[in-house]
């Protein structure tokens, strides 16, 4: 049978985030953005010069 005083017996409360907490590491969001794209960008150049060197 199920607890009705569980821990699962009402809404969820989201946790509030602030728009100003800095990211888990980086000086800042802008940063961390650019470092993400930035990698993603090398590896699509490097995975187009595989397929090229091996085709």
């Known amino acids: 049978m199920i607890d009705p005083d569980g ?3 009402g809404p969820r409360t989201p946790v509030p985030v ?3 907490e800095p990211p ?6 802008k940063a961390l953005y650019v470092v993400v794209a930035g990698t993603l960008a090398a590896l699509v150049a490097l995975f187009a010069l595989f ?5």
């Open 7 to 9: 821990p699962d017996s």
């Open 51 to 55: 397929t090229r060197a091996f085709k």
């Open 18 to 20: 602030s728009a100003d």
């Open 24 to 29: 888990p590491f980086g000086a800042s969001w």
